[in-house]
C-alpha cells in the first residue's frame, strides 16, 4: 500500500489536478496521474482483491481509480458493489468503475437494470454506462429488458442532469447497433416522446 501510493508520487501531474479542483472536484488527495499511467499500474500489481478493497477505503482518486482496474470481478459480491456505489465521489469515479469493472460483473445487467432506475444521477450514469458496454460486446437484452431500457433511457434523455442524458443517448445509439430491429424500436420510441436520434 504504501509502496503504491509512493509511486502515485512519480506520476503526479499537477495541472490535471489543478483542473478538477477548478471544476469543484475535489478528493483529499489527488495527484493527478493520467489513466495510462494507472492502467500500466494495475497491470503490474494484477488483479488482488484484498488490496482493492483497502485501496478503495483511501480518500485519494488514484487510490479508487486503482482498486477498480485490480478487482477481479467474479470474486467480489453484489453487496461490496452496493458499498462502493454508495461510497462513489465523483462522476469520474462513477465511470472508472463501470468502465474497469462494473461492466465485466457476472452481474452486471442486475446491476445496470437497477441503477437506471435510480433518482440517484451518478447510479443513473453507472447503470447507463455498463449497459451500453453490454450492448457494445453484443449482449441483447429479453423483452422485458428492452421496454425497461427504453422506459428508463427516455425518462433519462428528459431529466435534469446533462451526463445522465449523454450515457442515456450513448446507451440508445448502442442498442440501435444491435441490428434493424433494435433500431426501429429505439427510433420509434424516441420519436413518440419527441426526442431526437442523434
Known amino acids: 500500500m504504501k509502496e503504491i501510493k509512493q509511486s502515485f508520487r512519480q506520476m503526479m501531474d499537477g ?24 492502467r ?5 500489481i494484477g488483479k488482488n482483491y484484498d488490496l482493492a478493497i483497502a485501496l478503495w477505503k483511501e480518500n485519494v482518486r488514484e487510490c479508487k481509480i486503482l482498486a477498480t482496474m485490480i478487482m477481479p470481478p467474479n470474486e467480489v459480491l453484489p453487496e461490496v458493489i452496493d458499498i462502493w456505489m454508495e461510497q462513489t465521489p465523483t462522476q469520474e469515479i462513477a465511470e472508472q ?14 446491476k445496470a437494470y437497477t441503477w437506471m432506475a435510480s433518482s440517484e444521477p451518478l447510479y443513473q450514469l453507472c447503470g447507463f454506462h455498463i449497459i451500453t458496454r453490454l450492448f457494445m ?5 429479453n423483452e422485458r429488458g428492452i421496454n425497461e431500457f427504453i422506459d428508463q433511457a427516455i425518462v433519462a434523455l428528459q431529466g435534469e442532469s446533462i451526463p445522465v442524458r449523454k450515457a442515456a443517448m450513448a446507451a440508445v445509439q448502442r442498442f ?12 420509434s420510441a424516441l420519436k413518440q416522446a419527441n426526442l431526437e436520434f442523434l
Open 97 to 110: 468503475a463501470a468502465f474497469n469493472l462494473y461492466q465485466y460483473l457476472p452481474y452486471a445487467p442486475e
Open 15 to 38: 495541472s490535471i489536478a489543478a483542473s478538477m479542483r477548478t471544476k469543484g472536484v475535489d478528493y483529499k488527495l489527488n495527484w493527478g496521474a493520467t489513466l495510462p499511467r494507472l
Open 40 to 44: 500500466e499500474k494495475a497491470e503490474e
Open 176 to 187: 440501435a447497433n444491435l441490428g434493424l430491429v433494435y433500431e426501429r424500436i429505439a427510433k
Open 137 to 141: 460486446n453484443g449482449q441483447e437484452p
